[in-house]
């Protein structure tokens, strides 16, 4: 059964970048087959996929144009892990986020426990 | 503003059946079969129910069901049960290796 168990802090100042780290049970990230994404949910956005890291032969990552300029999803083989960085977050990036294992292709099947990110002075 | 439609509510009756549609565009939902359904409670995580527009995941019972025709993908649940009621949202491959989500429907069972 996969398991994924998400940390980092729930709450972050305004221009400071937000962490968030998702520990894999279950399943590998160096996955041929899956995809390691992270997804957030607002009131005002809704849901809304982020980005995603994935090995096929070397590593990949996709952003969502929204974040691109600010996101980086890393993936840790050492920890069987990945990561979200978003730099330079405001208000508007108040969100739980999710991190997530699937395909675009057919589906998002498994998701984290989700952590409220709150951006505030 | 989410970048698939869809309609904020839906409501049936236990037993009856409800449809939630989900209004993409030609450069999502209707070019890739690659919409999916995920159902959400208050307070946890989605779970996925439909993939590849029609294909239901293990568990999820057969009371679900997705179609999709043109732009327009749906989700039907037939003989609506209390635990039916939560939120459902829609989502589909957007080309570009990029995924977009619907606003989400809260189905409500009466």
């Known amino acids: 059964q996969v398991q994924l168990q998400q940390s980092g802090p729930g709450l972050v100042k305004p221009s400071q970048t937000l962490s968030l780290t998702c520990a894999i049970s279950?399943?590998?990230?160096?996955?041929?087959?899956?995809?390691w994404n992270w997804i957030r949910q607002s009131p005002s956005r809704g849901l809304e996929w982020l980005g995603r890291t994935y090995y096929r032969s070397k590593w990949f990552n996709d952003y969502a144009p929204s974040v691109k300029s600010r996101i980086t999803v890393n993936p840790d083989t050492s920890k069987n892990q990945f990561s979200l960085q978003l730099n330079s977050v405001t208000p508007e990036d108040t969100a739980v986020y999710y991190c997530?294992?699937?395909?675009?292709?057919?589906?998002?099947?498994?998701w984290g426990q989700g952590t409220l990110v709150t951006v505030s002075s | 503003q989410s970048a698939l439609t869809q309609p904020p509510s839906a409501s049936g009756s236990p037993g009856q059946s409800v449809t939630i549609s989900c209004t993409g565009t030609?450069?999502?939902?209707?070019?890739?079969?690659?919409v999916a359904w995920y159902q959400q409670h208050p307070g946890k995580a989605p779970k996925l129910m439909i993939y590849?527009?029609?294909k239901r995941p293990s568990g999820v019972p057969d009371r679900f069901s997705g179609s999709k025709s043109g732009n327009t993908a749906s989700l039907t649940v037939s003989g609506l049960q209390a635990e039916d009621e939560a939120d459902y949202y829609c989502s589909s491959y957007a080309g570009s290796n990029n995924l977009v989500f619907g606003g989400g429907t809260k189905l409500t069972v009466l």
């Open positions: 279950g399943d590998s990230v160096s996955s041929n087959s899956m995809a």
């Open positions: 590849e527009v029609t």
């Open positions: 997530a294992r699937g395909l675009m292709a057919s589906g998002i099947n498994y």
């Open positions: 030609s450069s999502d939902v209707g070019s890739y079969n690659s």
